[in-house]
């Protein structure tokens, strides 16, 4: 008899020793036959690079004995690319990536490996899911993340995903037991007021350590910031076509 059971990609960030990653597979595990192909380092911040100057190693990984587990030395984008071509030869049914330790809400998304992973996806019309806890913290508590990475699994997999998107999914940090719910949202316009620490080396020469504030000012309550900030998982379903349609008919009248 043929294996009918959905074939789920497990990607992530954070690398593949991360507990998120591990509270992922877990939770994903019952709805299919589980690939894992994450970083052997931490790889946040990473947005959608890709490795081009240097060579791509591909390792199995004896962290997860029950599965085919790869550990890739590039970017999550990386990681995504190598599973479709030499590892799976194929697409699979769902990508799933995370859960991210910290959140990816608003602006944050375009600098996050977690849903550059998802986009890659998305890209390649895979139905793509990027899942984030609202907690930096190494030995975070993924319990209510992981109920939320059921529920969502399971409507994606009853349901029509569209094309050209994936789901970017942010958790808050709590209890399963007092999640509101879920919510589907729009992206905030927040962003980081960046600053710099300036400071020496041993040698006397400066160096630079990027430091900020998110600036979470927009609290529209479709947002996802305010489904976070009250209690709720926030779903925004995301697109990689970064095209201002809006504009297009005003730029059109520079006559260029």
């Not at 970083?39 to 199995?60: E, F, W, Y």
């Not at 984030?132 to 409507?155: E, N, P, T, Y």
């Not at 430091?211 to 305010?226: A, L, M, Q, Y």
Request: aromatic residues 8%; charged residues 20%; negative net charge.
């Amino acid at each position: 008899m043929a294996n009918d059971r959905p074939l789920i990609l497990v990607t992530n960030d954070d690398g593949i020793q991360a507990k998120g990653l591990r509270s992922l597979i877990e939770a994903v595990e019952t709805f299919g036959d589980v690939v894992i192909v994450a970083p052997d380092k931490p790889q946040s911040g990473m947005g959608h690079a890709i490795t081009v100057n240097n060579i791509l190693r591909l390792n199995k990984s004896t962290l997860y004995p029950n599965y085919d587990a790869f550990t890739c030395t590039g970017t999550p984008v990386d990681c995504v690319k190598l599973a479709i071509s030499q590892v799976l030869h194929r697409k699979p049914d769902v990508l799933v990536s995370g859960i991210n330790h910290g959140e990816n809400s608003a602006s944050n998304v375009l600098y996050s490996g977690t849903m550059s992973a998802a986009v890659e996806g998305a890209m390649e019309d895979i139905p793509s899911i990027g899942f984030s806890l609202l907690d930096f913290d190494a030995d975070a508590d993924f319990s209510g993340s992981q109920w939320a990475v059921r529920k969502v699994m399971d409507k994606v997999l009853k349901n029509q995903f569209p094309k050209g998107m994936c789901l970017n999914v942010n958790i808050p940090q709590l209890p399963e037991g007092e999640i509101q719910g879920i919510k589907i949202c729009r992206q905030a316009k927040a962003y980081w007021e960046d600053s710099f620490d300036k400071r020496q080396d041993q040698f006397g020469k400066p160096y630079y350590w990027l430091k900020g504030e998110f600036n979470r000012s927009d609290r529209s309550e479709d947002t996802d910031i305010w489904a976070l900030d009250h209690g709720y998982v926030s779903i925004v379903p995301t697109q990689f076509d970064m095209t201002a349609y809006h504009a297009v008919s005003e730029i059109n009248q520079w006559d260029i």
